[in-house]
T-cell receptor, first 115, second 112 residues
Framework: DAGVIQSPRHEVTEMGQEVTLRCKPI?????LFWYRQTMMRGLELLIY????????DSGMPEDRFSAKMPNASFSTLKIQPSEPRDSAVYFC?????????????FGSGTQLSVL | GENVEQHPSTLSVQEGDSAVIKCTYS??????FPWYKQELGKRPQLIID?????GEKKDQRIAVTLNKTAKHFSLHITETQPEDSAVYFC???????????FGRGTSLIVHP
C-alpha cells in the first residue's frame, strides 16, 4: 500500500476563495482523521470518521470548515471562504481501528497559505 | 475528556547525551501511549508505544516508561545523534477508543 495520500502538497490561495483538501486513507483502515498543525496550537484534531461516518467534529473551528467521506477510500476537507488565519499544515491520518490497531498513519500533509 | 501535558517544549542537548521528554495524562482509563517523531517538513511517524499493562519498553536507543499511579509516561533517548533532532509528540488514548489525544510536542535539538 502506498500509505495515506494527500493532495495537494501545497496550496496558495487568496482570502475568500474556496479550498478543498483531499485524502486517500490506507485500504482497510476504519478510522480517518483530519488534523491541523500550527506552531501556536500544535496538532489539533478537527474531525474524525469511523467507517465513513463523521463521529466527532467538535474540533472544526467554525462553519467555514466542512469534511466529507463519501466512501472508504476518499475524504475531503473544505474551507469556504478561506481566511489568512487558516494558513497551516493539514494532515490526514488513518488507523486500522480494530484490535491493537491504534497506530496512526499520517499523510504527507497539505501546506495551506491563504494570502 | 483526556488531557495530555508534555514537557519541555524545547530540549537542546549535545550529541551523545541522553534526552528525556515527559508527559502526563488526566484520564486513568487511558491504556495506550504512543510516541510520534516528526522531522522537519515531514509527517509524524510512530516510533514506539506502550500499553498500560507494561511499565517499560525499549527499542535500541529509545525507551518509554509508564507510571500508571502518577499518570505520567516518558520517552528516553540515549546516545543522541543529530538525526534525532525532530519534534516528538506523546499521546494517550482510552481503551478501545482509537482516538489519541496529543501533547503539544517537544522540539529536540541535538548539537553535533
Amino acid at each position: 500500500d502506498a500509505g495515506v495520500i494527500q493532495s495537494p502538497r501545497h496550496e496558495v490561495t487568496e482570502m475568500g476563495q474556496e479550498v478543498t483538501l483531499r485524502c486517500k486513507p490506507i485500504s482497510g483502515h476504519d478510522y480517518l482523521f483530519w488534523y491541523r498543525q500550527t506552531m501556536m496550537r500544535g496538532l489539533e484534531l478537527l474531525i474524525y470518521f469511523n467507517n465513513n461516518v463523521p463521529i466527532d467534529d467538535s474540533g472544526m473551528p467554525e462553519d467555514r470548515f466542512s469534511a466529507k467521506m463519501p466512501n472508504a477510500s476518499f475524504s475531503t476537507l473544505k474551507i469556504q471562504p478561506s481566511e489568512p488565519r487558516d494558513s497551516a499544515v493539514y494532515f490526514c491520518a488513518s488507523s486500522l481501528g480494530q484490535g491493537a490497531g491504534e497506530k496512526l498513519f499520517f499523510g504527507s500533509g497539505t501546506q495551506l497559505s491563504v494570502l | 475528556g483526556e488531557n495530555v501535558e508534555q514537557h519541555p517544549s524545547t530540549l537542546s542537548v549535545q550529541e551523545g547525551d541522553s534526552a528525556v521528554i515527559k508527559c502526563t495524562y488526566s484520564d486513568s482509563a487511558s491504556n495506550y501511549f504512543p510516541w510520534y517523531k516528526q522531522e522537519l517538513g515531514k509527517r509524524p511517524q510512530l516510533i514506539i508505544d506502550i500499553r498500560s499493562n507494561v511499565g517499560e519498553k525499549k527499542d535500541q536507543r529509545i525507551a518509554v516508561t509508564l507510571n500508571k499511579t502518577a499518570k505520567h509516561f516518558s520517552l528516553h533517548i540515549t546516545e543522541t545523534q543529530p538525526e534525532d533532532s525532530a519534534v516528538y509528540f506523546c499521546a494517550a488514548s482510552l481503551g478501545g477508543s482509537y482516538i489519541p489525544t496529543f501533547g503539544r510536542g517537544t522540539s529536540l535539538i541535538v548539537h553535533p
